[in-house]
C-alpha cells in the first residue's frame, strides 16, 4: 500500500525511482479506505532530504500513511527555499484541532544549547504536551528525543567527551517487545550526536524502560511503559551517504572531525562506505506503525481524546 503525500512533493520523485508506491492526494481521493495519520515535525535545517529519509522509513508496510509535514513557527529556515515550505508544510496553529494516529519529531542541530537557549523551544513545548491528548504515538528522534525526555521528565542531556559519529551494533534488551518483531538480539545504528541523556537518570524513572543500548552508545531507545513515547538517540533515517556528507562538511569547516566510526571499509574515507543499518530502519518504522499505531489506534480518530490502550 502506498504513502499518501502532498501533490508535486519533491520526495514523491525520488521515492517513485526506488520503486516505493506514494499516491498523490488527488488519486487517494478515490480510496475508501481511511489512512493512518502521521504528522511530521521537521526540526532538521534540509528540510526536503529529512523529509525524503523519513518517507523512505515509512514506505515498508502494506498500510495507506498520510503524512503532514509541520515546521515551527518561530524559526525562519535558511536552507529551504520558502516556495517549498509554503507549498508542502503547515504550523501548529493550522493543525492544533486535529487529531493524529502517530507523530515524529525529528532531531535538530542544536544539541551544544541549553534547551531554553533554542529559540523554538516553547513552541516545541506546546506541540509535546498536545501529542498527549491528540497523538496515538509518538517517535522522537536525536535531539528531538533528549528534548522529549527534558519535557516529559525533567531528565537534561550532558556534552559527550568527543562526538559520536558513526555506525553502532547496539543490544536489544527489551526483545519481546514488538518494536523489534523480527530482529535478532542487536541493531545496528547511524550516530551522530554531541550529547546523551544519561542512563541513570533514565533508568531511575519509573515511567520508561530503556529498550536498548550499548557501551559505546549508551542508551539508544528509551520508550514509556504505554507504547505511546518512544525516544531514539540515532539517525536510522539516515541515507547512505549522510554520514560522510557531514564528515566532509565539518572537515572543510577546518573542526577536524575524526572519521565515522564502522562506516567506511576499513575505516579510511577513501574507502566504500558499508551500509548495514537500512533493514533494521525498516522494520524498527514498520513495527511501530502495525504494533503501536495501526493495530490499536481507534477507527474514529478524534476517539483518540477519550483515552488509551495499554501497550507493550
Aim: hydrophobic share 35%.
Amino acid at each position: 500500500m502506498p504513502i499518501k503525500i502532498p501533490n508535486s512533493l519533491p520526495a514523491t520523485e525520488i521515492l517513485l525511482k526506488e520503486h516505493i508506491f506514494v499516491m498523490t492526494e488527488k488519486r487517494a481521493l478515490h480510496q475508501d479506505i481511511r489512512p493512518l495519520k502521521i504528522l511530521l515535525l521537521n526540526l532538521m535545517p534540509k528540510k526536503i532530504e529529512t523529509e525524503t529519509q523519513i518517507l523512505r522509513c515509512l514506505s515498508n508496510t502494506p498500510l495507506q500513511i498520510e503524512v503532514t509535514l509541520i515546521k515551527t513557527a518561530t524559526h525562519k529556515s535558511k536552507n529551504t527555499s520558502e516556495g517549498h515550505l509554503l507549498a508542502f508544510y503547515k504550523t501548529f496553529k493550522d493543525i492544533k484541532d486535529l487529531y493524529f494516529d502517530g507523530c515524529i519529531i525529528t532531531g535538530a542541530p542544536v544539541e551544544n544549547l541549553n534547551f531554553e537557549e533554542v529559540e523554538y523551544f516553547n513552541e516545541l513545548c506546546e506541540i509535546m504536551e498536545w501529542t498527549k491528548t491528540h497523538v496515538f504515538s509518538t517517535l522522537h528522534i536525536c535531539w528531538g528525543a533528549q528534548a522529549g525526555l527534558y519535557y516529559h521528565y525533567g531528565l537534561n542531556k550532558r556534552p559527550l567527551k568527543e562526538k559520536l559519529s558513526g555506525i553502532y551494533k547496539i543490544n536489544i534488551l527489551t526483545e519481546k517487545s514488538r518494536l523489534f518483531h523480527g530482529m535478532d538480539d542487536f541493531l545496528y545504528a547511524p550516530q551522530s550526536r554531541h550529547t546523551e541523556t544519561p542512563r541513570e537518570e533514565i533508568a531511575l524513572n519509573k515511567k520508561l524502560r530503556i529498550m536498548s543500548e550499548s557501551e559505546e552508545v549508551g542508551v539508544h531507545i528509551a520508550g514509556d511503559l504505554e507504547g505511546r513515547q518512544f525516544f531514539i538517540m540515532g539517525h536510522h533515517e539516515y541515507d547512505s551517504d549522510t554520514l560522510k556528507n557531514e564528515y566532509l562538511r565539518d572537515a572543510a569547516k577546518g573542526l577536524n572531525p575524526k572519521v565515522p566510526k564502522n562506516y567506511f571499509l576499513n575505516d579510511d574515507p577513501n574507502e566504500p562506505i558499508v551500509a548495514r543499518w537500512h533493514i533494521y530502519a525498516s522494520t524498527l518504522f514498520t513495527n511501530w506503525l502495525n504494533y503501536f499505531v495501526y493495530q490499536t489506534t481507534p477507527y474514529e480518530i478524534n476517539e483518540i481524546k477519550s483515552g488509551f490502550s495499554s501497550l507493550k
